[in-house]
């Protein structure tokens, strides 16, 4: 570790020596060895808030860390940001109506940067004024560290929210505005809230799911030692290159079996049910008339693909499109959150019934999480996600409900969804539950 110790030195002395102007940011090429562990280095750092990014194709990773400016309104940061500098962060799932418990949104231009592009690593310093507070935060980064034991199911009390009978009656209740057409579809979730005997690294709990949960986004968002957010999702939200978006309906869902031909029964029930169809066309269409304003052209792929993760598979159509002249990417987040496929459809008439009717507020999950600058951005769609305070984990999944959903079908949706997390941190036998049992 003593590249990354020297490129340390190197920043410093640059900052201090006045090698850079006011507000802007410098970089050093680390030569790391191929085993280096981005995720075991960050679990020995000091620094907060703490960021985690790992895209869906694996190709980029970043840690990020501590603060130089934080935004509410992301909007406001383009006036600030230097020309490859990044803003880290993230929306909760219904911002203008979350509760006092949650922060609606949270945005960081962090000190500190160590990015993987591919195999290559750079250290990245965000410096302002004089650079004295980005000095005190690399001085304080540990070039050093220790792997992380890997994260073992422990035993713990597991309790639903909601239980089966009241999802029973949440469901009823929708598929009867569902009928009087009052909406579309709405995304109804359950929280699974897990107490342990003895806390767990949010860190590790990243480690274990990046390990398994492959073709996802990764990320990590701590605002303090004992309070964390982690995911490992599969939804993008959008991808911005220059004036190119791109987005994804993901919507429509069933298991996985260790029979392969059962599991590609599965995957052919999936691609041929009309019911998931209609869901995944629905999202299709939510997102273009939510894109159409703020684009020149869309184009959408005409056939739902599989996507096949490892406890569940979903049907996804990709969505691309070239922004209009002016539009800033980050204003696709207000625009394109929340989607049909974790809302529902129309947008207000389905958050209006799962603000009266959800026993909890989502807060985060379902969210978004992901990084905007000038001439790029990238959102992850919250799901498969958890927050860690202490000893306890809450776990959140939600299925999408149309005309013809059943509620024990629905039950069982959450259950593989939740398992993707759950299965790592207890050995609550969640995929062998049904709902007469709760």
């Known amino acids: 570790m003593s590249a990354l110790h020297q490129v340390i030195e190197r920043l410093i002395k640059r900052i201090r020596q006045g090698l850079v102007p006011n507000e802007t940011r410098i970089s050093e090429s680390v030569d790391l060895p191929h085993d280096f562990s981005a995720v075991d280095w960050l679990s020995g750092q000091e620094l907060y808030p703490r960021f985690y990014w790992?895209?869906?194709?694996?190709?980029?990773?970043?840690?990020?860390?501590?603060?130089?400016?934080?935004?509410?309104?992301?909007?406001?940061?383009?006036t600030m940001l230097g020309e490859e500098q990044r803003v880290w962060g993230g929306k909760a799932f219904d911002s203008e109506h979350a509760k006092t418990t949650h922060q609606s949104s949270y945005f960081f231009l962090p000190k500190i940067e160590l990015i993987r592009q591919d195999d290559q690593w750079t250290l990245n310093a965000n410096v302002s004024?004089?650079?004295?507070?980005?000095?005190?935060?690399?001085?304080?980064?540990?070039?050093?560290?220790q792997a992380l034991e890997s994260l073992m199911p422990q035993p713990s009390y597991v309790v639903f929210s909601p239980q089966f009978d009241e999802w029973k009656h949440i469901l009823s209740k929708a598929l009867s505005a569902i009928d009087a057409n009052e909406f579309e579809k709405v995304v109804l979730a359950?929280?699974?809230?897990?107490?342990?005997?003895?806390?767990?690294?949010?860190?590790?709990?990243?480690?274990?799911?990046?390990?398994?949960?492959?073709?996802s986004f990764h990320f990590l968002f701590s605002l303090a030692p004992n309070q964390s957010f982690v995911g490992s999702t599969p939804e993008r939200l959008y991808r911005r290159l220059g004036d190119m978006v791109e987005t994804e309906a993901l919507a429509g869902t069933i298991g996985r079996s260790d029979d392969p031909?059962?599991?590609?029964?599965?995957?052919?029930?999936?691609?041929?049910?009309?019911?998931?169809?209609?869901?995944?066309?629905?999202?299709?269409?939510?997102?273009?008339?939510?894109?159409?304003?703020?684009?020149?052209?869309?184009?959408?792929?005409?056939?739902?693909?599989?996507?096949?993760l490892r406890k569940v598979q979903h049907l996804k159509r990709h969505i691309h499109g070239n922004l209009s002249?002016?539009?800033?990417g980050v204003q696709l987040l207000s625009a394109l959150q929340p989607t049909a496929a974790i809302a529902g459809l129309p947008r207000e008439d389905s958050l209006n019934f799962i603000r009266m009717n959800e026993p909890f507020t989502r807060g985060w999950y379902s969210g978004s999480v992901g990084y905007f600058g000038h001439n790029k951005a990238e959102f992850c769609v919250s799901i498969r996600s958890a927050s860690l305070v202490d000893n306890t984990v809450k776990l959140y999944a939600g299925a999408g409900i149309v005309a013809g959903s059943e509620a024990e079908f629905e039950w069982q949706e959450l259950n593989r969804k939740t398992a993707t997390l759950l299965n790592l941190i207890t050995d609550y036998p969640i995929e062998q539950e049904d709902g007469e049992m709760q």
């Open 54 to 78: 790992q895209s869906r194709d694996a190709r980029e990773e970043v840690v990020a860390l501590a603060q130089i400016h934080t935004f509410t309104d992301p909007l406001a940061a383009y």
């Open 129 to 145: 004024g004089d650079g004295t507070r980005t000095i005190a935060a690399l001085t304080s980064l540990n070039s050093q560290y």
């Open 190 to 215: 359950r929280k699974t809230v897990v107490e342990l005997a003895k806390p767990i690294s949010a860190v590790q709990l990243l480690k274990s799911s990046r390990d398994l949960n492959l073709d």
């Open 261 to 308: 031909q059962e599991d590609h029964q599965l995957a052919s029930w999936l691609l041929n049910d009309d019911k998931n169809q209609r869901e995944n066309q629905i999202v299709v269409n939510d997102i273009i008339e939510r894109l159409t304003p703020y684009t020149e052209s869309i184009e959408v792929q005409p056939d739902a693909q599989l996507i096949q």
């Open 325 to 328: 002249l002016g539009v800033k």
